[in-house]
């Protein structure tokens, strides 16, 4: 089971979360003007890399507040864990 | 190809056993192949089997990055069944049944295929409305379903508890007589077997590293047993299907995560048929070796590792005994995890690809070893022809964008 640590509660056990996939995927600005191909793309295309994902989950039986995650997806290891609006590691200077 | 008959079997024992042949060549790669399977599972090793025996092309090679049957064709519970809920899915998964039906003969092995019933249970009125939905669905399918009151369900599977108190009650079932169970790895044997006796190179140990391409076009795949050139590729990855299409720059909406299944210690037969739950989430056979084999659910993250968690199983086991109070103290012996490509509508993609010549069979997620032969059936049918066979047509990847789903959570029995 994975130790989370939540930015808001602290390091909790997994099954106090929810997961929420694949993070930083941005709603359309305007999705009357998508094609069904870049609708596809936003609704159901998803990265699934073998390393490095960044994810998010939501402290569904804590606080109730989602945040981001990176994590490697074949060790498991987390290796941040940053609130919403912050950017992802890769992307800090 | 050394057959199985009774003659041979004498011979053989007569002689100590020491005989009998390989299954396979040990094939090395040759430099260039009509057509490339990448991945040697079950349904890489049917599509092969069915290019050469449906469609006369028998220079091909499957690449396996490990070995044969070590993947998920060797990690799943081995539940086949074709009770799916629309018309797309039930006509390919009662083909495959079909096949099945006669796959011994054909393959010349003894899959151990046994059709001793599906029972799905249903715990609320909500279960039981969908399950009767399906039953009717099926029906007008031409494929066998059942619906079994409490009390038939008891006397389908003896050790079942079905009092009304029990927390989540057994308010009846779906059952398909003709599903049933088959020996895994003897699945994967005998379809490399059969293969190889077809002129097939079973290559394993070599991992694919990169797609070749010119002009929208493959060309061929870099591995790590050297280039290797074909106009036709045709990937069957499972888990690592994204891994592999992003080597050919193919986004595609799978999510790869652990699915775990366990076996107890071997006890006497005492389960007679195959028992699946959606609401408790447990499903249960028993193997001819007197192990019960129990399937768990999948962990909810993205992962490639192989293993899953433990409160995973542990919520299995609750569940187990919850329907079996009798199986209480019975030892757990093995545990284990595949890792399963999941679909959004859970169905699989059966497809061409924007890149001419590569070809895509993935998406089974946690139900795909039902499928074998019917998967590599179509999925040869789409490699050789270039188009789909009527049976996948349906199960392309562009139903994504047309919003043509073919939504099977109901059918495929694991919460995804």
């Not at chain 2, 039981?128 to 059942?146: K, W």
């Amino acid at each position: 089971m994975l130790q989370i640590d939540c930015p808001w509660c602290g390091m909790r056990e997994e099954m106090e979360f929810s997961y929420g996939g694949q993070a930083h995927v941005a709603y359309p600005k305007d999705p009357h003007a998508v094609s069904d191909e870049d609708w596809a793309q936003y609704l159901f295309m998803r990265d699934n890399p073998k390393g490095l994902f960044l994810e998010r989950w939501v402290h569904s039986q804590g606080c109730r507040r989602w945040f981001n995650v990176e994590r490697h997806t074949v060790t498991h290891e987390i290796t941040a864990v940053y609130k919403p609006g912050e950017p992802p590691p890769a992307a800090k200077p | 190809m050394q057959r199985f008959s009774f003659a041979n079997l004498v011979r053989n024992s007569l002689s100590g056993h020491a005989h009998w042949k390989p299954f396979w060549r040990d094939a090395a790669p040759k430099q260039k192949y009509d057509a490339i399977i990448v991945g040697g599972g079950g349904h890489g090793l049917a599509t092969a089997y069915y290019l050469a025996k449906n469609h006369g092309i028998t220079n091909v090679a499957v690449l396996e990055k490990g070995w044969i049957g070590g993947g998920n064709t060797g990690r799943n519970t081995t539940i086949i069944r074709s009770n799916y809920l629309w018309n797309e899915s039930g006509a390919l998964y009662e083909h495959s049944l079909k096949l099945w039906e006669g796959l011994n003969e054909d393959l010349n092995i003894n899959l151990m295929f046994s059709q001793r019933g599906v029972i799905n249970l249903a715990h609320n009125q909500a279960d039981v409305r969908e399950s009767i939905r399906r039953v009717e669905a099926n029906r007008l399918n031409g494929i066998d379903g059942e619906w079994l009151t409490p009390e038939q369900v008891k006397e389908f599977c003896p050790i079942i508890d079905i009092s009304r108190t029990a927390r989540y009650p057994v308010l009846g079932a779906t059952l398909q007589r003709r599903g049933g169970t088959a020996r895994h790895d003897t699945v994967a044997w005998g379809f490399a077997r059969a293969a190889d006796n077809l002129g097939v190179d079973i290559i394993q140990n070599c991992e694919v590293t990169g797609i070749l391409r010119e002009g929208g076009r493959v060309t061929g795949v870099r591995t790590t047993r050297g280039t290797i050139m074909a106009e036709k590729i045709g990937v069957v990855a499972a888990g690592h299907t994204s891994v592999v299409a992003a080597m050919a720059d193919i986004r595609l909406p799978l999510q790869s995560h652990p699915l775990q299944a366990l076996v107890s210690e071997p006890i006497k037969p005492i389960h007679p048929c195959v028992v699946m739950s959606n609401a408790v989430h447990v499903y249960l056979s028993q193997s001819d070796k007197g192990e019960l084999v129990i399937g768990a659910g999948i962990d909810t993250f993205n992962s490639y590792s192989q293993r899953g968690s433990f409160h995973v199983i542990e919520h299995q086991m609750a569940a187990l005994i919850e329907l079996f109070p009798i199986f209480s103290r019975v030892r757990m012996l093995r545990t284990w995890g595949g890792i399963v490509d999941v679909c959004p509508d859970a169905s699989p993609i059966v497809s061409k690809t924007p890149v001419k010549g590569l070809f895509l069979n993935c998406g089974w997620g946690t139900g795909g070893f039902k499928a074998t032969p019917g998967s590599g059936w179509v999925f040869a049918h789409t490699i050789a022809t270039g188009e789909p066979h009527p049976l996948n047509a349906a199960f392309a990847l562009d139903r994504f964008s047309s919003g043509a789903l073919i939504d099977e959570h109901g059918a495929a029995a694991v919460a995804h």
